[in-house]
């Protein structure tokens, strides 16, 4: 099992809900890129691969879905979490590699879900 600090990449379309993150993601340790579009996550995707992807479900143009859908083509095995604050979680059909995490969440259960993720990725 690798030591480094986790890497997640999250992908917003608003500044103020990327930026928290970062600050609370860095605050638990976390190395985080933060991008405003699908477009832009999956340009720096094809340079690197994070540990996690958090995303956004309602975004112009690239949504969340077709967020998944492309992080699942090419890489199957990087964990995704799907963020939605206007649809109940329960009600949404999403791959069962995908976790939800309706907003406003609570921090700590944030940063538990991404680390278990990560740890489970890291074990197999």
Known sequence: MTS???VV????????????LRVLLRAEGFVVEAFGSGAELLAAISRTTPDCV?????????DGRDVIAELERRHARIPIVLMTGRDDPGQLAISERVRLIAKPFDADVLVALLRSLV????RS
Not at 9 to 20: A, G, H, K, M
């Open 119 to 122: 740890d489970a990725a890291r």
């Open 54 to 62: 958090l995303t956004d479900l309602h975004m112009p143009g690239m």
């Open 4 to 6: 480094a600090a986790p």
């Open 9 to 20: 990449f999250v992908v917003d379309d608003e500044e103020p809900v990327r930026l928290s």
